[in-house]
């Protein structure tokens, strides 16, 4: 829960208003990415792009799309107001405010471990968020964390690794030998000319 304090001109005492602020769902997918790709994640509650922001170890990334604004979710919003749950509360059922049709209308899960039919599932059950990201350009490559802040509060750090190739160590270049002198071949030696004969 976050504590503003509130200064009214005027006076001399100041007023603590408070803000409920939730812990969101997050999840990614896929968990590893190169810079510029898209990723998409879940959880939430999440309501649109403008009050939906994502970061990457604190690099701020394009958030492309929210959706979250299907009827599921909005017939879950109205479930909620209408059960009186606190904004946080994520175990809200309405059992006690809301008739057990209503309740079951609104917030009939799935048992553990049972096949999902949705039909059988509440508004709330039913309703999903999700996120388009594009992973900001100018990541170094290797593990990082990526978390995301909504209307109603922010996400836990998840674990993500980005994709690339570390830059290479620069090598110190080779000292240059100094060439050989090339040495020519020995001339062939002429042959003694033949040495006449004595008339006697």
């Known amino acids: 829960m976050l504590?503003?304090?509130?200064?009214?001109?005027?006076?001399a005492t100041s007023t603590p208003v408070e803000i409920e602020r939730c812990d969101l769902d997050f999840a990614v997918e896929p968990?590893?990415?190169?810079?510029?790709?898209?990723?998409?994640?879940?959880?939430?509650p999440f309501r649109n792009v403008r009050d939906t922001a994502v970061f990457f170890n604190g690099a701020r990334a394009e958030v492309v799309e929210v959706n979250?604004?299907?009827?599921d979710c909005l017939q879950c919003l109205?479930?909620?107001?209408?059960?009186?749950?606190?904004v946080c509360d994520e175990t809200c059922s309405g059992s006690q405010?809301?008739?057990?049709?209503?309740?079951?209308e609104c917030f009939a899960d799935a048992d553990p471990g049972a096949d999902v039919d949705k039909s059988t599932?509440?508004?709330?059950?039913?309703?999903?968020?999700?996120?388009?990201?594009?992973?900001?350009a100018d990541l170094p490559p290797g593990p990082t964390t990526v978390w995301a802040v909504g209307e109603i509060g922010t996400s836990e750090p998840v674990p993500f690794v980005v994709k690339g190739k570390a830059p290479k160590t620069p090598t110190t270049p080779k000292t240059p030998t100094t060439p050989k002198t090339p040495t020519g071949t020995t001339g062939v030696t002429g042959t003694t000319g033949d040495t006449g004969t004595t008339i006697p």
């Open 3 to 11: 504590v503003i304090w509130a200064l009214f001109s005027g006076c």
């Open 31 to 44: 968990t590893s990415a190169a810079p510029g790709d898209t990723i998409f994640a879940s959880g939430g």
């Open 68 to 71: 979250g604004g299907n009827d």
């Open 78 to 86: 109205a479930c909620r107001l209408e059960a009186d749950c606190e």
């Open 97 to 104: 405010e809301l008739t057990g049709q209503r309740t079951q």
């Open 121 to 136: 599932l509440g508004f709330c059950a039913r309703c999903t968020f999700s996120i388009e990201i594009v992973v900001p």
